[in-house]
């Protein structure tokens, strides 16, 4: 059996957390008093989501509108917000938007991507990449540089390729409710220079990659689900 992959979602963002953490880049006052303010509101969630029914091994089927959000706290007890979304369609390929708030401000990632196969990572084909900086700045990039690093922005979106089965089953419990009978497994992603290792929960019920839960074991990061939906995602860009 094929190891899972859906679970890089934790893994991947646990290695950017502590990129970003290395690089200490500024603190914007604002940015933090709402990433503050938003986390302090936030509680364990009281609804209760069933374990998944025999036989289910995958989320739900893409569809535009459908999006999933994140608290992710770095090795510094900083907290932040990544949202993914489903935001459009083109043919057989599916804009996916990636939204991450911070102390440092907000910056998005928008990739038109064509997966294949829900389940096998190499038919993953990335077409186009727009991304948005702190500042506003908004940047495409040139159809040749996508071509050339298309390896490493597949890395970025292989947590949409789902392959659960055989794997244990538990209960976790984040803002966004229960969740029982999660599978859970260890991963072990690359971002750049920085590695990452974490235990993660996911469940057929969430929308895109079906992530819960992520616990670092080598760094002290963390990423609860605090809301998602199948439907009313918009583009940020």
Not at 123 to 145: L, N, S, W
Request: hydrophobic share 45%.
């Amino acid at each position: 059996m094929r190891s899972p992959v859906a679970p890089w979602l934790f893994s991947i963002a646990a290695a950017a957390a502590v990129a970003s953490s290395a690089c200490g880049p500024s603190i914007d006052p604002a940015a933090k008093a709402d990433i503050d303010r938003r986390v302090s509101v936030l509680q364990a969630g009281a609804v209760v989501v069933p374990a998944p029914a025999p036989g289910v091994f995958a989320p739900l089927p893409f569809a535009v509108g459908q999006w999933s959000q994140y608290k992710m706290t770095n090795d510094k007890n900083e907290p932040s917000f990544l949202t993914y979304k489903i935001v459009g369609q083109d043919g057989d390929a599916l804009w996916l938007e990636m939204v991450n708030e911070s102390y440092q401000g907000k910056t998005i990632q928008r990739m038109l991507v064509a997966f294949g196969s829900r389940t096998d990572p190499s038919q993953v084909q990335i077409r186009a990449v727009t991304t948005k900086d702190v500042k506003g700045t908004v940047t495409e990039m040139p159809p040749p540089v996508i071509q050339m690093m298309q390896a490493t922005y597949r890395s970025a979106v292989a947590m949409l390729v789902i392959n659960w089965q055989g794997l244990p089953q538990e209960t976790a419990t984040v803002p966004a409710g229960r969740f029982e009978g999660c599978f859970k497994t260890r991963t072990d992603a690359q971002w750049g220079p920085f590695r990452s290792v974490a235990d993660s929960w996911s469940h057929p019920v969430v929308p895109l990659s079906g992530a819960v839960r992520s616990q670092g074991v080598d760094h002290p990061f963390t990423m609860e689900l605090t809301a998602f939906g199948a439907s009313g995602a918009v583009s940020e860009m």
